[in-house]
C-alpha cells in the first residue's frame, strides 16, 4: 500500500551523464514536490507542481528541470550531474486544496555521481 | 523572514527520559507547524502538526507546545525509546492557494541510550 513511490532507489550516473528519477503517487494528491537532501541537512526544494502548474524555487540550478505528465507521476530530470549533486532525492505530495497540510514522502532515491 | 532556527543540532537522552527539541520562526504569516521524523535511508514521516490557535497538542508520546507571542515551537517526546532515535525535522508553511511551501529546520539528530 505503499503511496508515494519513487524509483530507482539508487543510481549511479557518470559525471554530465543524464539522468531521471522517478516518482509516482497512489493518493491522487494536486501537489507534487521535489527536495534534495544532503548529508545531515533537512530538505531543500527544487521545485513543485500544483496540478499542471510548475514553480520553481529562484535557487534551483537550471540543470535541473521535471515534468508531470499526469497527477500521478513526476519526473526529475538533471541534464548534466556535477559532484555536487549526489545527494537523496525525495519526491513528496499534499493534497493541496485546503491550506498547508501534510506532505506525504516517498523513500527518496540516492544519487551517486562517480 | 523564512528562516526556521531549531535547537539542539544534536541530542542524547536517555531511555525513559523528556526529549527537547525547539524551533522559532519569524515569519507571523505561518499558520502551520509540523514536526517530522526521518530515519537513516528512509523519507520524513509527519509525526505531528499544530496550528497556531492551540497552545498545545499531544498525541501519545508527542507533544507539541506552540508560543505565538514568541514565535517558538517545541517538541517534547514523554519516557523516550531507543526506537525515537532519528533526526527530527521542525517545519512550517503558510497558507498560499495550494502552492503551500514547508520551511525546514534544520534538523535535530535524537540519540536515546539505555
Known amino acids: 500500500d505503499a503511496m508515494v513511490i519513487q524509483n530507482p532507489r539508487y543510481q549511479v550516473t557518470q559525471f554530465g551523464k543524464p539522468v531521471t528519477l522517478s516518482c509516482s503517487q497512489t493518493l491522487n494528491h494536486n501537489v507534487m514536490y521535489w527536495y534534495q537532501q544532503k548529508s545531515s541537512q533537512a530538505p531543500k526544494l527544487l521545485f513543485h507542481y500544483y496540478d499542471k502548474d510548475f514553480n520553481n524555487e529562484a535557487d534551483t540550478p537550471d540543470n535541473f528541470q521535471s515534468r508531470r505528465p499526469n497527477t500521478s507521476f513526476c519526473f526529475l530530470d538533471i541534464r548534466s550531474p556535477g559532484l555536487g549533486d549526489a545527494a537523496m532525492y525525495l519526491c513528496?505530495?499534499?493534497?493541496?486544496?485546503?491550506?498547508?497540510?501534510?506532505?506525504?514522502f516517498g523513500p527518496g532515491t540516492r544519487l551517486t555521481v562517480t | 523572514q523564512q528562516q526556521v532556527k531549531q535547537s539542539p543540532q544534536s541530542l542524547i537522552v536517555q531511555k525513559g527520559g523528556i526529549s527537547i527539541i525547539n524551533c522559532a520562526y519569524e515569519?507571523?504569516?505561518?499558520?502551520?507547524f509540523p514536526w517530522y521524523q526521518q530515519f537513516p535511508g528512509k523519507g520524513p514521516a509527519l509525526l505531528i502538526a499544530?496550528?497556531?490557535?492551540?497552545s498545545e497538542k499531544k498525541e501519545g508520546r508527542f507533544t507539541i507546545s506552540f508560543n505565538k507571542s514568541a514565535k517558538q515551537f517545541s517538541l517534547h517526546i514523554m519516557d523516550s525509546q531507543p526506537g525515537d532515535s532519528a533526526t527530527y525535522f521542525c517545519?512550517?508553511?503558510?497558507?498560499?492557494?495550494?502552492?503551500?511551501?514547508?520551511?525546514f529546520g534544520t534538523g535535530t539528530r535524537l540519540t536515546i541510550i539505555p
Open positions: 499544530i496550528r497556531p490557535d492551540v
Open positions: 513528496a505530495t499534499s493534497r493541496g486544496d485546503r491550506g498547508p497540510d501534510e506532505q506525504y
Open positions: 515569519n507571523t504569516a505561518f499558520d502551520y
Open positions: 517545519a512550517a508553511s503558510r497558507s498560499n492557494f495550494g502552492n503551500e511551501k514547508l520551511t
